[in-house]
């Protein structure tokens, strides 16, 4: 920040309600410092540059700077400039508290976040470089509300490939993250007289509250072994069916071809449907009926939350009022990463990420299961994702035993649904540790088990 | 896209519904070609590959790729490996309307967006590069609802010292957009029994929409030559005090405190407050109640719509709420835009952008004026901004002989509240021609004019 004035072309806004003086700007200065507008250490104009600015001599600039150098309000380093000293900050009104502060954990096994150190930064800047340089000016004005086409052409062919989505780029919406989407099409539900919607006993809270912020109500169906029940489903469903979270189980076959007969409109949550470790193949629900499930995928596991990209695939007959409630709620991801993530998949690094990252997770799967295998305890969940359920005699014991340890776990009742208890079982994040830790997170983890 | 396999390592879901066979495979990637799941062009894996993707032996997969080259469905050069055969692709089903798309116009002076060509794409990526370097980890993840703090302390820095804004970055909130934080802020005043929003006369009617759409009535006060008028405002109102949406008037000092001091919720919406070509500055109305105005600034005039980085400087007992609000509509612009916008305005990139993009603005307008004053027409609100009102006999006439000539002009009427009329005039946006078609979009609107 330490660069000339001239170079750096800063810009100052004062307020000189008294005389156009210097005993007029100095109170303005002394103002602006007050009210932290000028904070330590913030460099101010040239003499010169200010007296230009505020029509006043630059000797009169000169001379109340010098004035509040004295006072102690500035510092000066001769023939370098002029900066706002240092002192101890006055807020303005007290803060309100910081509720969204995590306090600092030093491992950390709750699910939901990949290793966040498997970014691969460069590829993301080269493609950035790429797309950026390539892309129209159109694409950086307001685009289309669905999101920027070349990401809408490359999902479309990545999602059909990869996840046998039948879909086509026009029915394609970029979302900045899954709740945004959610959001939008509970919207539209709501506003085509949908009362109910039903989601699995087992879930995000967070997607509850976005349901009901709507004016939905929520129905809650079982979900066991073979994952959701979907013999009571209403009009509309929201399901985790490649890999339920955080259970872990997939939605047996029959089971998705009932929920489709029946009429419901599925939202269909394939959160980590790119991580699979098994032979078999699980492939979305969504080609089961294209025109009654609305496909969510996203790039927060496979990539990162941060770059805040999601994707739906809708049915016909939803795109425009989904567009349009997106619209409303200026619910858009930029263009520069819509372009980015673009190129990254057209190039094929998206298909060489998934790779990579998927066969050092499974390692790490691997290596959960045998440490839990020791200990007798059973595991679920592990065909696929990056997480899986540990079932404990205990769950509130051994996440305080973690706890204690500086491991974080979280046990499936944080998951169930207001009214259902849950079994007692820790649901293991396995992904998320960066890997220069994961053994010390395994060595605490297996510490806390009994 | 015809890279090898191995370095591209693209995946491939098939459903091997029927028999593991050659027979099972082909049916499976027929049916994948004709509900295209694979596209024309589309590369297959290796037979290698597919193979141990799928579990079957190398020559049964070799096999049922020949067959459906025989067949037509792929095509294969030696040694090269095997694509889907070029052909009519079928739409699944019709296509909704594009009803986002605009027709396209060679020339346009309609405001609100800036000249893109302008947009400082090296500086952006070196930006990029920079924060993506240094940014820890973490930042990657599921980051705080109100930005990532990096940011939040730029802004506050920048906005203290450029527009004189109180605040603190625990009060600023990053939105992707302005219509995204407005609609957050709506949803709030909502929540607190408010009932009515009033705008200016005057307005997009994007915004009017948003508000309509979080269940606000909407009122409207009218807008003279010394902006809104303040004397009617209720509970809450949404004004443009630096340079009126789109009549460009700046709102007069008395009566901004008059509208503060009424005790209205006021949403100051500092579209293009950057952009002032006079000497007297023109402050944030903010500073004179932080407590009772919600500051609105945004990148979208100043950088480019695309990036979809907008920002709110809240009243402290807003911003649990709309934070909150955001976190359940997803509202959540991306990490690293977020961080590439905090090193572009910490280094001074921003200022010298903004000086430099002034500049040429401040030009355009001075041509602008020259040219309408040789037909002795009215220009007004060319103190700021990037737009001017070009009062005109005759609106409708003059905007039908632009289109006949490839001109997109605007009148006033498209921007008046409903059931007011609007006097006949162009809103003449001279930010928005690249630089390099100026002259003749300006001959053009010379044409135009009576």
């Keep these: 920040m330490r660069e000339s004035w001239a170079t750096s072309g800063s810009d100052l806004h004062l307020e000189l309600a008294g005389q156009r003086s210097k005993t007029g700007l100095e109170q303005a200065l002394r103002a602006a410092v007050r009210r932290e507008q000028l904070t330590a250490g913030a460099r101010l104009p040239s003499s010169r540059q200010l007296a230009e600015d505020l029509g006043l001599a630059r000797n009169t600039v000169a001379e109340a700077y010098g004035q509040l150098i004295a006072e102690g309000w500035l510092t000066a380093r001769h023939g370098a400039g002029t900066w706002v000293a240092e002192r101890t900050p006055v807020s303005v009104t007290a803060e309100p508290p910081a509720r969204t502060a995590h306090s600092t954990v030093d491992y950390d096994l709750s699910p939901g976040v990949p290793d ?59 979302s900045a993250g899954f709740a945004q989407g959610l959001d939008a099409v509970c919207q539209v539900l709501r506003d085509r007289s949908t009362q109910t919607l039903t989601t699995e006993a087992y879930g995000l809270p967070l997607h509850r509250s976005i349901i009901s912020a709507r004016g939905l109500q929520i129905a809650t169906t079982d979900v066991d072994a073979d994952g959701a029940d979907v013999d009571s489903l209403g009009d509309a469903a929201l399901l985790t069916p490649a890999h339920q979270f955080p259970t872990g189980v997939s939605l047996d076959p029959g089971r998705r071809r009932r929920a489709v007969e029946r009429g419901t409109l599925v939202i269909e949550d394939d959160y980590d449907g790119e991580f699979r470790y098994n032979r078999a193949a699980v492939g979305a629900m969504q080609a089961l009926a294209p025109e009654r499930v609305v496909y969510a995928g996203t790039a927060s596991k496979s990539l990162a939350p941060g770059l805040r990209l999601a994707w739906l695939a809708l049915p016909g007959h939803l795109v425009d009022d989904v567009v349009e409630a997106a619209r409303l709620g200026g619910r858009l991801p930029g263009a520069i990463e819509q372009l980015t993530l673009a190129e990254f998949i057209a190039s094929g ?77 820790i649901v293991v994040g396995y992904a998320r540790p960066p890997q220069h830790r994961l053994a010390e997170t395994f060595a605490r983890l297996r510490a806390a088990l009994p």
Tied chains: 1, 2.
């Design 349 to 425: 690094s998206y298909d060489r990420h998934i790779r990579r990252v998927r066969l050092i997770y499974r390692r790490r799967r691997d290596q959960l299961v045998e440490l839990v295998g020791a200990r007798d305890l059973r595991i679920t969940g592990i065909a696929a994702g990056l997480h899986a359920l540990l079932e404990v005699p205990d769950e509130e014991r051994i996440v305080h035993r973690a706890a204690a340890q500086g491991l974080r776990l979280r046990g499936l009742r944080n998951y169930a649904a207001p009214g259902r208890t849950g079994r007692p079982a």
């Design 116 to 174: 966040l150190s498997l970014f691969p930064r460069a590829a993301w800047l080269a493609a950035a470089r790429k797309a950026l340089s390539a892309a129209p000016n159109d694409l950086l004005g307001y685009g289309d509300p669905r999101g920027v086409e070349a990401l809408r052409v490359a999902l479309a062919e990545y999602l059909g490939r990869v996840r046998g989505v039948v879909t086509t780029p026009e029915r394609i919406f970029v």
